[in-house]
């Protein structure tokens, strides 16, 4: 063997010369594809391999463990531009705010539902075809010239600054957001149901969800549970409170929806049917609200729903 045949180089590099050896592969690496091992070095690709190995450390409900709260923060950053927004153009309330029906005339004013209605004003709302009403209501705020002004805003963010950090570290991201959603939707449909006529903003009805879904967590996980329903009570305080002032039934819905969500994450088997359980009943509450939303929506449309 010469000399010029006796020299290694590296796997990935073969015009760098090396003399060391992935104690996994066994190949030869050169100083750039080294990486530490418990004993000696591997290569990059087996690094690699081993990571996709590992098991991926989880909540008690699941989710991946994850030391930032970024979806809290996403929401509460698409509810401060949504209100911005709102300052900058007050339309965008009778647009996108939550509605189930009603009526504007050409010139821009509101009516209230009636079916049939005459043709110099045209449907607006849910019962017009206008289904994205259903979240993005949850995502806007009373202007602070009406109601409880910024106050509102105000209290549903500083909520979710506080529960959703919590909710979000125990559930995972993708879970959370789920959650979050659905509670939107669930206080959205409720408010459809009883009183479809009325325009609806806020994110209150995420925010009963995540509350409902602390205290479910609080018993699934053993939290000292005065605390939780201390908040628990402060949440049913405000529900009973704001009645003339804001969206009950947005409230109560996703009090409900949440919490329904939370009991099939909180305990459904520990097992390989745990992930399919949770998304089957958070795609069965999706259907049940969907299928509700159009049959009222139907109803008040005399069965034309859009």
């Known amino acids: 063997m010469t000399a010029e045949s006796a020299v290694t180089t590296c796997f990935r590099h073969p015009k760098v010369e090396s003399h060391v050896r992935c104690t996994r592969c066994d190949r030869h690496i050169c100083p750039s594809c080294m990486r530490e091992a418990a004993v000696g070095h591997q290569c990059v690709e087996c690094v690699k391999e081993g990571a996709r190995s590992v098991r991926q450390a989880r909540t008690a409900f699941g989710g991946r463990i994850s030391a930032v709260p970024l979806v809290t923060y996403v929401l509460i950053g698409l509810n401060v531009l949504a209100y911005l927004a ?4 007050p339309s965008v309330v009778d647009r996108f705010g939550m509605l189930g029906a009603g009526l504007r005339g050409a010139g821009g004013t509101h009516y209230l539902w009636q079916f049939p209605y005459d043709p ?14 259903l979240l993005t209501g949850a995502f806007l705020h009373m202007p602070p010239s009406e109601g409880i ?16 950090r919590v909710v979000e570290t125990q559930l995972g991201r993708v879970r959370y957001l789920a959650l979050y959603l ?45 605390a939780v329903n201390r908040y628990m009570i402060g949440l049913l305080l405000w529900l009973a409170l704001s009645a003339g002032m804001t969206s009950w039934q947005g409230h109560l819905g996703g009090l409900l929806a949440g919490g329904t969500v939370t009991l099939a994450y909180a305990y459904a088997p520990r097992d390989g049917r745990r992930a399919l359980i949770q998304t089957g009943v958070c795609v069965a509450l999706l259907v049940v609200l969907l299928v509700l939303a159009w049959v009222k929506v139907a109803d008040l449309t005399g069965g034309a729903a859009v």
């Open 149 to 164: 002004g910024v106050l509102h805003i105000v209290m549903n963010m500083a909520s979710l600054w506080t529960v959703g």
């Open 86 to 89: 709102e300052l900058a153009r």
């Open 182 to 226: 659905l509670s939107a939707l669930g206080g959205s449909v409720l408010q459809l149901l009883i009183a479809p006529d009325v325009l609806g903003v806020g994110a209150s009805g995420a925010v009963f969800g995540l509350g409902a879904a602390y205290w479910v967590m609080g018993r699934r996980l053993g939290y000292d549970m005065q």
């Open 120 to 133: 110099s004003v045209h449907a607006e709302g849910l019962a017009g075809g206008e289904w994205e009403r």
